[in-house]
């Protein structure tokens, strides 16, 4: 499956499996392996990577291979220009899920023109789940975290936003130290 799977159906196969609980850890071992790695990021989207990395953090299997090669400079900085807000808050989610460093991909995330495109373009429930992932693993988010200092933001996230939502971006900002008095 995986010499001949195209990444997507890669991806498929590892959210299917997570939706129904099943390890498989041959499966997700294989997956893990550097050569699988390399075709997934080489030939995939952002949303592969993504859907893998959820799907590893959803069975709890370590994807120490993976992680590593997503938390590359050139990888970090690919997934954020072609991915979405939600496939970068869903891959960063799997990383603090796992404990996994995200070193690289916290420091695109905190250039203040990537913060601002998504504040603007995320859901709430992206934007939460960012600053979550964020806070968890211990990388500063203060030029995200400023962007929940404007009250415009703040109203988008009170009206579109679910209480979860709300309540993981102020822990966030607590943990951080980044709320405004």
Known sequence: VLREGKPQEIANIASAFAKLGEKR???????????????????????????????MA??????????????????????????????????LR?????????TALAGVINRENV????????SPQSLANIIWSMATLGHEAVVLAGF????DV????????????FSKILWAMATLGT???
């Not at 050569?35 to 799907?55: F, L, T």
């Open 25 to 55: 850890t041959r499966f997700f071992d294989a997956v893990d392996s550097r050569s699988a790695v390399e075709k997934i990021v080489r030939q995939g989207k952002p949303q592969d990577i993504a859907n893998i990395m959820w799907a």
């Open 115 to 122: 913060s601002e495109w998504l504040v603007e373009e995320g």
């Open 148 to 151: 929940f200092q404007n009250d």
């Open 58 to 91: 959803t069975l709890g299997h370590n994807a120490t291979v993976f992680g590593e090669h997503v938390n590359r400079d050139g990888v970090a900085e690919w997934l954020v220009k072609e991915g979405t807000p939600q496939t970068i808050a869903n891959t």
């Open 154 to 165: 703040t109203e988008k996230l009170m009206v579109y936003g679910k209480p979860l939502d």
């Open 94 to 102: 799997g990383m603090a899920s796992l404990g996994q460093d995200a």
């Open 179 to 181: 709320v405004r008095h």
